[in-house]
Nanobody
Framework: HLQLVESGGGLVQPGGSLRLSCAAS????????IGWFRQAPGKEREGVSC????????VYADSVKGRFTISRDNARNAVYLQMNSLKPEDTAVYYC????????????????????WGQGTQVTVSS
C-alpha cells in the first residue's frame, strides 16, 4: 500500500518559518519526482514546488521563490519544504505528491502529473 504522509504544519505568525516533511511508506521515493501543492479555501490546488527524483532539478512557484526551499533525503525516504518569511496568503492545506515519470519542468507543477497524494497538513499564517 503506497502512502505519503505530510507533517510539520501549524500556526505561525507572519514572517515566521515552518518545515514540512513528506514521508513515504510502502515504497521508496528514490524513483519519484515529488511535488508540494497547496489549496486554500475556495481556491484550486496549486503547485508550490517540486523536485526531480535525482534532486538535480527544482521548480518553484513565483509566489514562493526566495522564501521556500525544497529538498530531499532519499536515505530517509523523505522530502522537505522549508518555508521562511511566511505570509498570510500562504495559509492553506499543503499536500505532497509523487510522480513516477520523467521530470518535465513545464508540467512538473501540474496536479495531473502526480499519481500519489498525501492527506495534507494545515499551515496557518496569522497574527
Amino acid at each position: 500500500h503506497l502512502q505519503l504522509v505530510e507533517s510539520g504544519g501549524g500556526l505561525v505568525q507572519p514572517g515566521g518559518s515552518l518545515r514540512l516533511s513528506c514521508a513515504a511508506s510502502g515504497f521508496t521515493l528514490d524513483y519519484y519526482n515529488i511535488g508540494w501543492f497547496r489549496q486554500a479555501p475556495g481556491k484550486e490546488r496549486e503547485g508550490v514546488s517540486c523536485i526531480s527524483s535525482s534532486g538535480d532539478s527544482t521548480v518553484y512557484a513565483d509566489s514562493v521563490k526566495g522564501r521556500f526551499t525544497i529538498s530531499r533525503d532519499n536515505a530517509r525516504n523523505a522530502v522537505y519544504l522549508q518555508m521562511n518569511s511566511l505570509k498570510p496568503e500562504d495559509t492553506a492545506v499543503y499536500y505532497c505528491a509523487a510522480d513516477p515519470g520523467a521530470f518535465r519542468t513545464v508540467q512538473a507543477m501540474y496536479v495531473s502529473e502526480y499519481d500519489y497524494w498525501g492527506q495534507g497538513t494545515q499551515v496557518t499564517v496569522s497574527s
